[in-house]
């Protein structure tokens, strides 16, 4: 860790009482995530307080050479809260979706008690407020650090930095075994207090949706939450009307956050996220093109998301604001390739999922959490449809949403520390996806950063390109991007790159067929499984 990684390291001699500068740490994909949590949570002696989308039973940290030295086999992460509270008496709390499409709350109650642990050692609530779904992913530790989670806790989301085409841990179930890309942040300082808060407030709506009999213990911070002040570093938090007391009804921060840094970007706008169908979002793109002429805009995207209509959301959206052609917009997708260890002479290529949820804007502002640029996240399911009938069915449909905004300018004297902890995001993303040395993507390069982009995804698709004509040719693919298409199917994205597959050199690893792309049915067997 660099000091440009975080703001201000806390004293942690301080008294507890006293005030501590919030401090980020940045962890890019799962494997590192889970070692930072896992040795955390091994120190806890207080309270786990976790809210998620889902939590398996079975959620695996696979042993790897990345992670923590006493994480020597794997471990299963529901088994690490279990040990906490035998052996230390750790409160633990978790709140789960619980909704009939996602509910992962009963089986998870069932382990534990299989397990012979009773509720009052580790209680599980399920937030039930369908169509709404519980989005917020968070682990509060002993009130003094917290994890933001980009990813639930379920196989298929784990990953580490070599995101190699194929890994057998990672199931087929969820996301067709793609590799997966993600970002999350550790977090200490006052912010977990709101985060206590934010809990607080869940916990205490999970405990109406079930209609519990049990009254929960008073939490430390339980107070109503009011949230979104000017610091430099703040969260941003959204839920259904009535779960946060005091916010308003149907308000819409992260939202009003985004639109706002969008309209004074003057330089670069990078956003790297799960899906871009928000109509407001696209719109606001639009006019910081027609407001800032040196304005570049740089797009990572999913070419095929997990949920069945957001492809096509996505694309409309793309085609009809002319974002794909757009001559300072960039728009990518990222790759991984290996040599294929069954076969000497034969390449491996899979799409990486991308599932971060990170906005950069001219390195003086910065958003990363759990809301997807989609309506459901911005507030309203409902503005996404392009039928009248969808936009009155899905109004007002919105899931509970945490996020940090780290805004450089809020500060009162343009915290550096701010935007050092900005570029170190930045720099961090651009290095794995460019396969650089980090220090190389500090200083712009004369022609703009969206000119470089452009160049690594051509040189790139030439190299893949020639693997498939040239029987002399080696796999020289360095990093991940390639450009983006709008094509339904992986095989088709390719060629649009020039890129011609051929079994004997090239195999792809994610090749749905018509049913899988236009019906998602891995997201179906969510529902039923």
Known sequence: MTPSDARVAPNWAEDADAVVVDRVDWLIDNVQTYGRLLDSLRRARRSVHIAQLAFDADCTVYADDSLPAFVSSDVVMAEVLIDLAREHRVEIRIVVNATWILNT???????????????????????????????????????????????PFVNSYWDNGSHIPFDARRPLRELGGRPLHDVSMRVSGSIVGDLERMFANLWRAADESE?????????RGGEDLALGGVAGTRLVCDAPDGIFPGVPDRAVRMLVELLAAIERARSLIYIEHQYLTSRPI????????????????????????????????????????????????????LWSTDADPARASRARINQLFIHS??????????AVGTSNLDGVSMGDYGSDFASALGRRVFRGVRNVEVNVVIDALAAEDRNGDDVNSIVALRERLWQEHFGIPRGEMSVRAHGGWLATWREVARSNAESLASLTTNCGATLTMV??????SDRAHPRDQLADAGIALDPARLTLCYDPSWFGVYASAHWIRNIFG
């Open 479 to 484: 990093g991940r991007v390639l450009p983006y």
């Open 282 to 333: 696209v719109s606001a793109l639009c006019e910081a093109l027609r407001r800032a002429s040196a304005l570049e805009i740089i797009i990572v995207l999913n070419q095929n998301p997990d949920l069945t209509a957001y492809r096509g959301w996505q694309n409309a959206q793309l085609r009809e604001h002319a974002l794909l052609t757009h001559p300072r917009v960039g728009i990518f997708s």
């Open 105 to 151: 709350a009963r089986p998870l109650r069932r382990f534990f008690a299989r397990r012979g642990i009773a509720r009052e050692k580790i209680e599980v609530r399920g937030l039930s407020r369908f169509p709404h779904f519980m989005h917020a992913k968070v682990v509060i530790i002993d009130g003094q650090e917290a994890f933001l989670l980009g990813s």
């Open 357 to 366: 949820k990170v906005i950069v804007v001219d390195d003086e502002w910065a």
């Open 211 to 219: 209609s519990s009999d049990a009254s929960p213990a008073p939490l």
